[in-house]
């Protein structure tokens, strides 16, 4: 079984700030690791994701996330938010290649000006 | 390149009525699957398909949710009958072989 936990269910930030959004994870298997943003309205969209390899991986739109094994962790981080970055954020696990992915709760991220 | 298509985009309808909801995946995409997602949470899976095959239905209340992907490519998600906490947002995603998850846009069911 595999279960994702999203720590902070909101984060209020103020814009160029920095922003860190946590996400744990639990799996018996080796994981590949997500982070999906979804706007108001629209569907889920693919920011970055762990597969293997280097630790740090970088996304779209300024976002990198570091694979943690040790503290089985995937947090999510941008060194300045803009507005725009205002959205649902959710982390998922994936256990090897079943193609099961497993989303976490959600985490809103609101940046205020 | 298109996207994954769902349709309607917004359903309304009485408690006890049916409603289906209907998935083109993106050309190519062997694995497709329907998420349910409630307000406020993340999306839950309701079922796996990878071409015509349902693999993964373990989720899916068969009592009155039923789904089925003809000719591994079309996919439709039925509910009969709907009730009031079956209201939320249902997304319907595909990946190609080794490749990564593409969500559509959602259908946002509200049962009265």
């Known amino acids: 079984a595999q279960s994702v936990t999203q720590l902070d269910s909101q984060v209020p930030v103020f814009e160029e700030a920095p922003v860190e959004l946590r996400c744990n994870y639990s799996s018996s298997v080796s994981v590949y690791l997500f982070w999906y943003v979804q706007y108001p309205n629209q569907g889920l969209q693919l920011l970055l994701k762990y597969l293997s390899g280097s630790t740090l991986v970088k996304g779209i739109n300024g976002f990198e996330a570091e694979f943690n094994k040790s503290q089985t962790s995937f947090h999510l981080r941008k060194p300045s938010v803009h507005i725009s970055d205002t959205a649902e954020y959710f982390c998922?696990?994936?256990?090897?290649?079943?193609?099961?992915?497993?989303f976490g709760k959600g985490t809103l991220l609101t940046v205020n000006p | 390149e298109a996207g994954v298509v769902q349709s309607p985009r917004y359903k309304i309808i009485e408690k006890k009525q049916p409603v289906a909801f209907w998935c083109n995946p993106i050309s190519g995409h062997n694995t497709l699957y329907w998420y349910l997602q409630n307000l406020g949470q993340g999306p839950e899976l309701l079922i796996r398909?990878?071409?015509?095959?349902?693999?993964?239905d373990s989720q899916l209340p068969k009592d009155r949710f039923s789904a089925e992907r003809l000719k591994g490519v079309d996919s439709t998600l039925k509910i009969q009958p709907a009730e009031l906490g079956d209201s939320a947002v249902y997304l319907c995603?595909?990946?190609?072989?080794?490749?990564?998850?593409?969500f559509g846009e959602g259908s946002r069911l509200t049962v009265l």
């Open positions: 995603a595909s990946r190609p072989l080794g490749g990564e998850l593409f």
């Open positions: 398909y990878e071409n015509e095959e349902a693999v993964d």
């Open positions: 998922a696990v994936e256990g090897g290649s079943n193609y099961k992915l497993t």
